[in-house]
């Protein structure tokens, strides 16, 4: 039977309380910056494709390069303070080119920006060699993500799609659900793209709406998260569960349930937003059980 507390367990309470998610988040090795000016004698490298990077789970890159970098490789940032590049490589399979998703998988969070920066970059290299405008071959550009065009200097910048990703919660129970494309038992939070038009509040009501069949009440922004995976920026928000019941839209969604801090599924891996916002919440709840 679930411990209904004398003060119920809201979104807003948790922010009166535990203060704001994106003030516990770790700061990451990996950090973008200018373009280093002085002449370079050591860089990190990582080599990789849409596919996945080279490289081996024991020897994860990057990899220390004790040379300056070659004309193919595109300046990402900064690893560890030292600069760090990305040396696009063809379409090509090999035991040594592990999937980006294996590499989400075994990653902690201080690799995972550095990866989802080089796997949306690498799309952007590839998908931009030519002007979408003219056809022109584009050069790229020396101070930022970007290839120009010579013969009419149209640009194109790396493609950021803005989702919501969102845990609808209700006192001690929040709504989570499987996807037909997770594995077994896995649940997670409900997302969705941002359309034309649209606030992030707006859509993820629509959403949610649309998913599950709930209305919702109060909805409190906790934090964001770059996806690579469809070039997704992941907007993080805490949703009150207002009426309805569960319909399920079955393109979309196999299963959703109200979950509880004693009844866990298969969860998101902890570098990912998902998985962030179900933790916050469950220390919400282990907070107002004291």
Same mark, same amino acid.
């Given at each position: &039977?679930? #411990?209904?507390?004398l %003060?119920?367990?809201?979104?807003?309470n948790c922010?009166?309380?535990l203060? &704001?998610? @994106?003030? !516990?988040?770790t700061q990451d090795?990996f950090?973008?910056?200018?373009?280093?000016?002085?002449?370079?004698?050591?860089? =990190?490298l990582?080599?990789a494709?849409?596919?996945g990077?080279l490289?081996?789970?024991?020897?994860a890159?990057?990899?220390?390069i004790?040379?300056p970098?070659?004309?193919? /490789?595109?300046?990402?940032?900064?690893?560890q303070?030292?600069?760090?590049?990305?040396?696009p490589?063809?379409? &090509?399979e090999t035991?040594?080119?592990i999937?980006?998703?294996?590499w989400?998988?075994h990653?902690?969070?201080?690799?995972? @920006?550095?990866?989802?920066?080089?796997?949306?970059? =690498?799309? =952007?290299w590839?998908?931009?060699?030519?002007?979408?405008? /003219?056809?022109?071959?584009?050069?790229?550009a020396d101070?930022e993500?970007?290839r120009?065009?010579p013969?009419?200097?149209?640009t194109?910048?790396?493609r950021i799609?803005p989702?919501i #990703?969102?845990?609808?919660?209700?006192?001690?129970?929040?709504?989570?659900?499987?996807?037909?494309?997770f594995?077994?038992?896995?649940?997670? !939070?409900?997302a969705?793209?941002?359309?034309?038009g649209?606030s992030a509040e707006?859509?993820l009501?629509?959403?949610?709406y649309?998913?599950?069949?709930?209305?919702l009440?109060?909805?409190?922004y906790?934090?964001?998260?770059? =996806?690579?995976f469809?070039?997704?920026?992941m907007?993080?928000?805490?949703?009150?569960?207002?009426?309805?019941?569960?319909?399920?839209d079955?393109?979309e969604?196999?299963?959703?349930a109200w979950?509880?801090?004693d009844?866990l599924?298969?969860?998101?891996?902890?570098?990912?937003?998902?998985?962030?916002?179900?933790?916050?919440?469950?220390? /919400? %709840?282990?907070?107002?059980?004291q």
């Amino acid at each position: &039977m679930a #411990i209904v507390p004398l %003060i119920p367990i809201t979104a807003a309470n948790c922010f009166a309380d535990l203060g &704001m998610l @994106a003030a !516990t988040q770790t700061q990451d090795a990996f950090q973008r910056a200018p373009k280093p000016k002085d002449p370079i004698t050591e860089h =990190w490298l990582i080599q990789a494709n849409a596919q996945g990077a080279l490289g081996t789970l024991s020897q994860a890159p990057p990899h220390l390069i004790l040379e300056p970098p070659t004309t193919s /490789c595109l300046f990402i940032g900064y690893w560890q303070q030292k600069p760090v590049y990305l040396q696009p490589i063809e379409v &090509m399979e090999t035991a040594e080119l592990i999937p980006w998703r294996t590499w989400f998988q075994h990653t902690d969070s201080q690799h995972f @920006a550095l990866y989802s920066t080089c796997a949306q970059v =690498w799309h =952007w290299w590839h998908e931009h060699i030519f002007c979408g405008r /003219c056809g022109q071959q584009t050069l790229i550009a020396d101070h930022e993500f970007a290839r120009i065009c010579p013969a009419c200097a149209h640009t194109s910048y790396p493609r950021i799609s803005p989702c919501i #990703i969102t845990l609808v919660v209700d006192g001690e129970r929040f709504l989570l659900a499987h996807s037909p494309r997770f594995k077994t038992g896995f649940y997670s !939070t409900l997302a969705g793209f941002i359309e034309a038009g649209e606030s992030a509040e707006q859509a993820l009501r629509r959403e949610v709406y649309e998913e599950v069949g709930l209305h919702l009440g109060r909805l409190h922004y906790l934090g964001s998260q770059s =996806w690579p995976f469809s070039h997704s920026l992941m907007l993080g928000y805490l949703a009150e569960y207002q009426a309805g019941d569960i319909r399920l839209d079955e393109e979309e969604i196999t299963d959703a349930a109200w979950f509880s801090a004693d009844n866990l599924p298969l969860l998101p891996p902890q570098f990912a937003i998902s998985r962030q916002l179900i933790d916050y919440y469950l220390t /919400c %709840i282990a907070a107002h059980r004291q």
